[in-house]
């Protein structure tokens, strides 16, 4: 997903402006319906991330309750979830694109804005802070009243107190403008279905005309969490790939207390010693040959700058460049970044510059990507004509680009690894959508894993007939638990629910049918931010119609004995219908005077 | 005994045998069932000994247990039941009747196709004529000539008639096929197929010049009167004649009186076998110089299929049919009133009947 303009260089209100249509906050009837959305999302995420069952309480209270739509409300959504460090609150709130969800294993939260962006509504609509109420151990309360510096892009802290609570999790309260009359039935939908593919939830929702909605858990299993993994080589861009291998560069930037300690141990230093420079100097050209490369890096850095370890903690490396021989820091006290210019004559910077120049292409390949071994690294440098032994830092633009390519056209990967999703898995769906929809027919099935792009992905999907269920086909749209309820046309499962032949299997337009379809990925491939729906990839379609096809054989086969039994029914009649006749026929025939004993007969009809 | 009363006698103890069969499988808490002649293609096999078509082995079962078959089976109980009251009171009703009698009872057909073929099951399982059940046809024939014959319907019982009493003939209707054949002059019964002749016999006083009884056939014979042609020769002793149209389906006419046809392969009674085709024969055409008309397409196709019939594989029956074949041309029974009105009675019809005596 690309956003127009990086937040960086914008104000967080431009920023809302320019993108409030694609996430989601086009008018007050769409931005009240995508706040509760952001909202009950991030507290589902951080339940599932911590296996909590979920209790989530939302409201939706006006401010005033005789003026007419669109008016100011007051959204909450309070959670039991693991809440959030109050160091980081301003943080999580007070900024567009923080998150910790980035990983690659699926959540819901993607890309580290919706609660902000429902935060920035509410205030550029109603001037009003967001209150954050936090507790992460279940007895001290963090309330937070939090307004956006929107010209310095800053928090700003209106309240901190701290209180007493007996319970963990999040409560978060938003003023924003928002027109519930027309987007009542929508978030009710939302709500609905939310509890649907996610039956180990309880969720209320009190409505502002007092209507309150209760969807307690149907089950108190959690569906087993998904792993975080390293990014398959079919997914990756030339970006990506930048950042991957400046990321392996980047492992010596925290230096804190405990790797200093570490350190001093290595060299065996002990008390100040370590402030004398020159006493340091020789204790680490001593030690040199039994020391971790990481804290030969660490080292090399501090002589090549001539720091003590007391002003190593205070700067962070921002990057060396080998080709101009320069390191670039940022000082924490000073707020600022220095350049130096550093001695290439040096031991020290040999070593750094050896070190900086990364590792071999194969190391890289195996280490940061999943499922690539030894002999698919050397099998894929040989494809892409590199030495397998090339140092990734020293790749021009030019390799970078190529190497990205083939990545993409190397056919001997292993399928990405789906152990970092997370469907909700054939059970637990199964007892949803029976609680539900009462039906008399239901099945479900869970599609083995797939990939489009690099990116695992796995489709679940459930069939429910009859029983309660009014007629029409009815469907159902899930991507990473979370209902998706707008552009339901434009969608992938639209379209396969579309294109299949449903005469072959018995099926009408008015038969009382319900779908169901999840699609969980590290990556769905939304069309808009606002997350509403699924573009079409060959792979994600192709499982769609699989699990669809897969379902219907099943229900026509319940249909054809339903039917079946049915016509058991009218089989039984047939007989009281023309038993009494054959008997009233035969008597006449043989000349008996009363009729034979025929209703032992139906005794043998079960 | 009288004929009749025997017959009805028979049937009559027939049907209560399969009541009573019915009864007791219900009474014991058994779906009756019983089987029914197969009368499929494949079951209709030419018996050369009856010279007729007949039912192999084959049967097929009708079990009121059958959801499938539990309806046909109440229609064919009911036919019976029906049928049985008909014999008992002395009534009689046509096919058509029997399609709307049986509403009466809550038992629908659908329509009388669907009738029509229950009472042929229940002809196949009896192996007795609709007409022995007082089920008769719409479609009538006429006899005429000296033979009386005693009526056994209702009101009319024991009331005789010479069947030559009447200048039109008499029509061959229930009352006539279930009268007792008392007595006749006759000595030979002449089957033709077309109503105008019959009138021109009849006219010309064939029965009288040749001692016979003539019936008109109305085109390919009804049950009833083949029944009747049979009783004649059975019961009088008398030889049948036929003569029709010159061309295949008059040909054909001739063998269903002779050897009955395929759809009535389940009955017996219907044929008979000593009966003679006295013409016109194909080769009459070139003989007698007779007016001509062109074969039609679906002509020719009925001559191909017939050709594989057992029964036309030897005798006139298979010459004069590749005659027809050959000269792709037929003449009609009137063709002969190029030559004058009474030119079939004077020349051909004599000439004919001595020739069939070699035959
Ligand atoms: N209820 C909550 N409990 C605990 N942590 C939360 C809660 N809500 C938000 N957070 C934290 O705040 C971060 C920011 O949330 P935000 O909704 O802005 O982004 P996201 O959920 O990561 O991505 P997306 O933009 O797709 O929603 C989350 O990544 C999470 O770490
Ligand atoms: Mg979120």
């Known amino acids: 997903m690309t956003f127009n303009e990086s937040f960086n260089q914008i104000s967080p209100s431009e920023f809302f402006y320019r993108n409030r249509d694609l996430a989601g906050f086009s008018n007050p009837t769409r931005s009240i319906y995508t706040s509760v959305r952001e909202l009950v999302e991030n507290s589902l995420d951080a339940c599932d991330q911590n296996r909590i069952l979920p209790n989530i309480y939302v409201t939706i209270q006006p401010t005033q309750q005789q003026k007419s739509d669109p008016k100011h409300y007051i959204l909450t959504v309070d959670d039991n979830g693991p809440g959030i460090d109050h160091n980081h609150i301003p943080l999580a709130f007070g900024t567009v694109l923080y998150g910790s969800k980035f990983g690659l294993n699926q959540a819901r939260g993607m890309f580290g804005l919706g609660a902000t962006m429902a935060i920035l509504y509410g205030q550029i609509t109603t001037n009003k802070p967001v209150r954050v109420n936090s507790s992460i151990d279940g007895s001290n309360r963090h309330e937070y009243e939090i307004l956006l510096d929107i010209q310095k892009n800053k928090p700003i802290i209106i309240k901190h107190s701290i209180t007493s609570t007996k319970k963990k999790g999040l409560s978060i309260s938003i003023c924003l403008e928002g027109d519930y009359s027309k987007a009542g039935s929508k978030i009710r939908d939302y709500i609905y279905q939310t509890s649907l593919i996610t039956p180990y939830a309880s969720i209320k929702f009190h409505d502002p005309k007092g209507n309150k909605y209760n969807y307690e858990r149907i089950t108190k299993f959690i569906p087993s969490s998904p792993t975080i993994i390293k990014p398959h080589p079919y997914g990756i861009d030339v970006e990506t790939l930048r950042r991957m291998i400046s990321d392996t560069s980047y492992k010596i930037s925290n230096v804190d207390n405990l790797m200093i300690a570490r350190i001093k141990n290595e060299l065996k230093m002990r008390g100040d010693v370590h402030n004398n420079y020159v006493v340091m100097k020789q204790t680490i050209k001593k030690r040199w040959p039994y020391l971790s490369s990481q804290t030969k890096t660490i080292l090399s850095i501090l002589l090549c700058l001539k720091l003590n370890f007391n002003q190593l903690v205070k700067i962070k490396i921002e990057s060396i460049d080998i080709a101009r021989n320069t390191l670039t820091y940022w000082n924490y006290e000073k707020s600022k970044s220095f350049v130096t210019q550093l001695n290439i004559s040096s031991f020290y910077y040999k070593h750094l510059a050896n070190e900086f120049k990364g590792d071999t292409l194969e190391t890289f390949l195996t280490k940061q990507f999943q499922r690539v071994g030894r002999h698919t690294a050397e099998k894929f440098t040989e494809f892409a004509h590199f030495r397998p032994g090339k140092r990734i830092m020293l790749m021009t633009n030019q390799e970078l680009v190529h190497l990205s390519d083939s990545l993409q056209k190397f056919s001997e990967f292993l399928s990405p690894d789906p152990s970092c999703l997370a469907p909700l898995g054939e059970n637990l769906l199964e007892k949803g959508i029976a609680k539900f929809f009462n039906p008399d027919f239901v099945s479900v099935v869970q599609r083995k894993a797939s990939a489009y792009s690099g990116f695992p992905f796995i489709v679940e999907m459930g069939v429910a007939y009859g029983g309660s269920i009014v007629n029409g086909i009815k469907l159902y749209r899930f991507a990473n638990r979370i209902p998706l309820l707008y552009d339901e046309s434009s969608d992938v499962v639209f379209k396969v629910i579309n294109d299949i032949d449903w005469n072959r299997y018995k099926i009408k337009n008015e038969s009382p049918l319900v779908i169901i379809s999840h699609i969980c990925s590290t990556r769905i491939p939304y069309k808009t931010v606002g997350k509403e729906n699924v573009a079409d990839r060959n792979e994600i379609e192709r499982e769609l119609k699989l699990a669809l096809q897969f379902l219907s054989r099943k229900l026509s086969s319940y249909m054809s004995k339903k039917g079946k039994a049915a016509m058991e029914k009218k089989r039984v009649n047939l007989y009281f219908t023309y038993m009494p006749l054959i008997a009233r026929f035969c008597t006449e025939l043989s000349e008996k005077l009363k009729e034979p004993n025929y209703k032992k007969i139906f005794n043998e009809l079960k | ?359």
Do not use: C
């Not at chain 2, 009171?89 to 009747?97: A, C, F, I, P, V």
């Not at chain 2, 002749?197 to 085109?219: H, P």
């Not at chain 2, 017939?306 to 009609?332: C, M, N, S």
């Open chain 2, 1 to 359: 005994m009288k004929y009749k009363e025997n017959k009805n006698r028979i049937l009559s103890d027939l049907l209560k045998k399969y009541g009573a069969r019915i009864y007791n499988d219900l009474d014991n808490g058994i779906f009756p069932k019983f089987l029914i002649p197969s009368r499929s293609t494949r079951n209709i096999i030419y018996d050369k000994k009856l010279r007729q078509y007949v039912l192999g082995n084959n049967a097929s079962m009708r079990n009121s247990k059958n959801i499938l078959q539990l309806r046909s089976f109440t229609q064919l109980v009911w036919l019976a039941f029906f049928a049985n009251r008909l014999i008992k009171e002395q009534k009689s009703s046509t096919l058509r009747d029997i399609y709307y009698s049986s509403q009466a009872f809550s038992i629908d057909f659908e329509d009388q196709p669907e009738s029509d073929n229950i009472i042929v099951d229940l002809e196949s399982v009896l192996s007795r004529p609709r007409e022995d059940l007082h089920i008769f046809p719409e479609e009538r024939s006429s006899v005429f000539g000296d033979l009386v014959i005693e009526y056994t319907v209702p009101g009319y019982e024991g009331k005789r008639t010479n069947l030559s009493d009447h200048p039109d003939g008499y029509l061959i209707g229930p009352s006539l096929s279930s009268a007792e054949l008392i007595e006749t002059s006759a000595d030979l019964v002449i089957a033709i197929e077309k109503g105008g002749l019959f009138t021109r016999f009849i006219e010309e006083k064939v029965d009288k010049k040749f001692k016979s009884i003539i019936i008109d056939t109305a085109g390919q014979a009804p049950r009833s009167t083949r029944y009747l042609l049979r009783r004649l020769h059975d019961e009088l002793k008398l030889p049948v004649v036929i003569l029709t149209d010159g061309d295949v389906y008059g040909e054909h006419i001739a063998m269903v009186i002779k050897s009955g046809s395929a759809n009535a392969a389940h009955l017996r009674e219907l044929t008979v076998p000593d009966a003679k085709w006295l013409g016109v024969w194909a080769s009459d055409i070139e003989k007698y110089k007779l007016p001509t008309i062109p074969m039609t397409e679906s002509d020719i196709k009925r001559i191909h299929d017939l050709k594989k019939d057992p029964r036309y594989q030897h005798g006139i029956w298979k010459t004069e049919l590749d005659v027809f074949l050959k000269i792709k041309r037929k003449a009609e029974l009137e063709a002969f009133s190029k030559y004058g009105l009474t030119n079939i009675t004077d020349k051909y019809l004599p000439q004919k009947l001595e020739l069939a005596k070699s035959l």
